[in-house]
DNA sequence: TTTTTTTCCGGCAACGTTACCGGAAACGTT
DNA sequence: AACGTTTCCGGTAACGTTGCCGGAAAAAAA
């Protein structure tokens, strides 16, 4: 064992022609013999012949390797837009690296450094929840290496972008609320600066103004994080009297928390108070009373963000674009 | 834009020293005076310089790159196992290339072979439920690039290994039922031959031995795939007369498509049957009543994985061992 | 036949880095 | 002063591959 592995050299010397020769056999290029590329081709696939791609990237200064970085992997939505984009890539023959930035600018920033260094094609990026300052995606930007940005963008930073509609979805979702009769209606809202909460508040606000309802400040309650400190939020959103009837959630966890919550202090879902999610993480499905939420298609954005990315590589810069994938309003019984 | 990355040329031609000095002063060897080595590495940061990971790898012929393979990476269990091998990945310097098998063996081996055309350090397998066949990861082995396997193991392939004691999660699983009066005990078990299946069955059948409950062939049911067949084998279980009182299920989304069965037949959890599942998806906690199920450390698994792989790679080889995880049962009101 | 064109191949340099070797200069020793 | 030692540096080859160029041999045209 731990033979070297196959060389182009090793086969021109077994087949007593040059290495420019076998490299000019292995790809499809004109100037070669028939008959010497099928004596190559055969050899190599004997030997079991596999080309270095270091070597190659390196005289041709591309990789077609794709960095990859997200808040976190493990989580339903980005998993799946993980094995979008996996699948993507591998039709195209392109290579991926994942990093996570547990949701800090920090390892954020380390992690692009890293992918840097090994000659990137491009990076696929959805920012930790502390970004805010564009610069160093600026840089790289500068050093021509394409960044496609998605679910998490940075509006400062122009960029190809795939996102979802989350202001649609917000919005249907709290006008399904008002259709059910809820006239006041909690939004439990994420992190304050990030685009997806941004926009869902916007969606939230818009509905109740069609519907020529109020916005009162004391119905907005703000996570820091995600989950994390959603409880006290739901504590404070039980003692308001009077009750509100409606409560539209940043997701589903913080959804269920509210759930289990009201369930275990005599509050009636749907009866007392209708919810409504973002996600439709399974739980949703699962929770008793199942989960009226607004489904992400994750692995359609990963997928349609490789796609991007890829066109970017190779061909002309286009025009940047940002793609809205629709949600969909998946209503359960939380909201019936 | 689309300038040059700076190189160990660019650094030796503005110091006016030779490119070798350059090398030497940016790593840490003897052989260079204090002084031109501070002059370089003040320079490489002003002039952002990184080394090429690509030349590095070309000439130390090691690329730092770790290669993984899993079934599905949506999946929270695999995901949080993903999440482990990145963040220990990072800390040691190293990189993540991510393939997924989906389940099949073709894209598992094709997987394998881009990987190894990378020139990976190492891999890091968990086996598609179609593979039986252990030579092509045999051939890996023998071109000397390390392989550990984790959660899905090939029986045949002896190698480092990470697993999870399922034998003893399901064997205490079943014992808890049988230790709340259950005495008909269904299992639901996973593919054949996989090896995850089997340990769960082998804890199963122990577990009724040790308590002298027979081992009826009746009660053990396969699916072929995970969860997509299950719902015909639960319709089964559920018109077994006498009514089974307990099921086993080889995982959590199994127990929950259960439940949600025999709630809406009537039959009531876990009055009339108890269930356990496996893995402690989020689900479990969420449904009603609340899944017992048994807790694998899908993070723990993959760092200690990692940490193993990389410790292979750089160190003398050890004996192989196979490092088994303790899982924790979980109790909650499926089973109460 | 000679000339032109085509076909095919080998040599060389390059990609960015490291490893090895040899040697000049500075220092220390007797 | 002559010698050995140390310190530090530059040159060169190599890693595996591709791209360019020049040229020999074969084929086609004159």
Known sequence: MEKHPVTIKDIARQLNISVSTVSRALRNVADINPDTKKAVLELASRLNYEPNIMAQSLVRRSTRIIGVIVPAIHSHYFSQALSGMTDVANENNYYLMFCQSNETYVQEVSSMKKLLACNVDGLLVSVSKETKDPTEFRRVKEKGVPIVMFDRILPDFPCNRVIVDEYEGAFKAVEHLIKKGCRRIVHIAGPEGLSISENRLRGYVDALGKHRLPVDEKLILRCKAFEEDALPLIRKVARLRPLPDGIFAINDRTAVLAMKYFHSHGIAVPADIRIVGFND???????????????????????LAMGILIDEICKAPKAEQTFRLKTRLMIRNSSR
């Open 281 to 303: 993480d399974p739980i949703s499905e699962v929770v008793e009373p199942s989960l009226t939420t607004v489904m992400q298609p994750g692995y359609e954005v990963g997928k």
